[in-house]
Structure formats: C-alpha cells, structure tokens
C-alpha cells in the first residue's frame, strides 16, 4: 500500500515528465474534479516534480492551475511511459489492467503517466491544499512533534497516522520505527516523554530512508511476513502480539515496546 516511501518513489519516477506538455487527458469520471481536470490540463507544461507526505504535485505553467495533485490511495500505482517504480504493491493486486486506469495524461511526445487503481480509492486534485498536513515525515523534527503530541490522547500510532500531525506515515511505517525505539503504539501520545520523541526523530530519518533504498514501507524488519506469521520478536525473541490500534491492525512486542 502507498506510504510516503512509496509516494517518494512516484514523485522520482514523475520527474521524467518535467518539461513535457500535457497533450491529452483520461480521467474516471467518478473523481470529483474530473471535469476540471479534462478542461485545465491540456497544454500545460509540468515545471517540477515535489512531495507532501503521500501526496505528489506536478507544478505547472501555461495551465489555470499551478499544480495537479496525485494522491493514491490504498491500491493506487504510478507508470510513467510504461515503466513503473513499484511493480508490486503489497496487499494489493499485482495485475495491471487498463480498465483499472484512473488517470492517463499523455504527453506531446507520445509517453504518457498512469494512475492504475483496482479500488477507485487513488484522488487527482488541482491547486491541492498543503496547509492541512503536518510536516513531512522524513523532515519533522523533534520540537515540531513534541509539541503536537503532548496535546494528545490517542495512542501514538494513532497520532502518528494523523496526516495533520506529521505528512507520510502509513501503516507499515508506523509499526517499524515504534518497534525500532521501543514505543508501544497504544500508549497516549501525550504520556510519551519528548526525549523519546528525539530518539523516534533521531533514529527514523536515516532508517526510514534505508529502507526506501531497498524498495519502500514493506522492506523494514516488521514486514509483510513477519506481520502474517507472527514469529518470535526479532530483538528479544518474546511473542509479537496483533491487534488493531487507531482502526489499524498494529504488530509490536510487548517486552521492549513500553
């Protein structure tokens, strides 16, 4: 499923489209801005590629609107001329069917960039409002998340998927860099100590881009496997416990995550 790792991923892969000028445009007609989207981008020159948390912005000129918007969902995978950065996402289907193409613009040159979604959860938006997410999870620092969460009273993992209090996290994510620093997810935000808080900083900057190099969320030490199965804990070899936490199912050792 799309994390920040993976919408980092995209937003690279969007690169190739800078300096190209938008020829055309498909849009399922279920998006809500669909009729703006097919009116306004015809023409338009994408200028630059950036990120927000999940969500990635092709700036552009010679277009009503400054930016389009890409957010992907659940399900949601980006092909840019045919090739795609990601060719399988976890829990989602590997097929990529045409039918299952949520947004296509083709270019002057003949390429085109493709949102393929099975689930219809992907969202394209102009001008997208930034202003409502928090600092983007490879970039917050300590103070920032100190203060945002000594006003809170969810769990932590909870507070953490809360795109208004850090941008990026997901699930996946989450659940690696609290069993990394030794946080249980259920405990109120607010009860956790701000030098806890800097170690969480400190550690899940360089940890969390180690594992974009590898490939994305799914390539931590709570992975996929690890989530299904349930073995030993890797650290201290106690049982891994399951349950859902923040509306989430949430893996965490119960021994060293206090």
């Given amino acids: 499923m799309p994390e920040g790792l993976e919408a980092e991923l995209y937003r690279r892969a969007a690169e190739r489209t800078v300096g190209r000028t938008i020829r ?8 809500a801005m669909a009729d703006e989207l097919v009116r306004a981008l015809p023409g338009a020159v994408v200028e630059n590629t950036v990120r927000r948390g999940k969500l ?5 000129v010679d277009c009503p609107a400054a930016a389009l918007g890409l957010h992907f969902g659940m399900t949601g995978r980006l ?10 996402l976890e829990y989602a ?14 270019f ?3 390429g085109r960039l ?24 490879l970039e917050v620092t300590a103070d920032q998340l100190v203060a945002v969460l000594a006003r809170r009273r969810t769990p932590v993992k909870a507070a953490l998927l809360d795109q208004s209090v850090v941008a990026g996290y997901g699930n996946l994510c989450v659940d690696e860099v609290l069993w990394q620093v030794g946080i249980d997810p259920r405990r109120p935000a607010r009860d956790v100590a701000g030098s806890e808080v800097a ?9 969390l881009r180690r594992m974009l190099r590898r490939g994305g969320s799914h390539r931590g030490t709570i992975d996929p496997a690890v989530r ?21 199912t949430t893996v965490w050792c119960p021994a060293h995550q206090r």
């Fill in 199 to 207: 170690e969480l900083v400190r550690f899940a900057r360089p940890h």
């Fill in 79 to 88: 092909v840019v001329d045919g090739v795609a950065p990601i060719a399988e």
């Fill in 24 to 31: 055309s445009v498909d849009v399922d007609d279920r998006q």
């Fill in 56 to 60: 990635v912005i092709l700036q552009l």
């Fill in 114 to 137: 493709r949102v393929n979604d099975p689930r219809r959860w992907a969202r394209f938006v102009l001008d997208p409002d930034v202003e409502r997410l928090g600092p983007d999870f």
């Fill in 93 to 106: 289907s590997r097929r990529d069917d045409p039918g299952w193409d949520r947004l296509s613009l083709t």
């Fill in 228 to 248: 299904a199965a349930l073995p030993p804990c890797p650290r201290d070899g106690r049982p891994l416990e399951r349950a859902e936490v923040g509306g989430r």
């Fill in 108 to 110: 002057d040159d003949g």
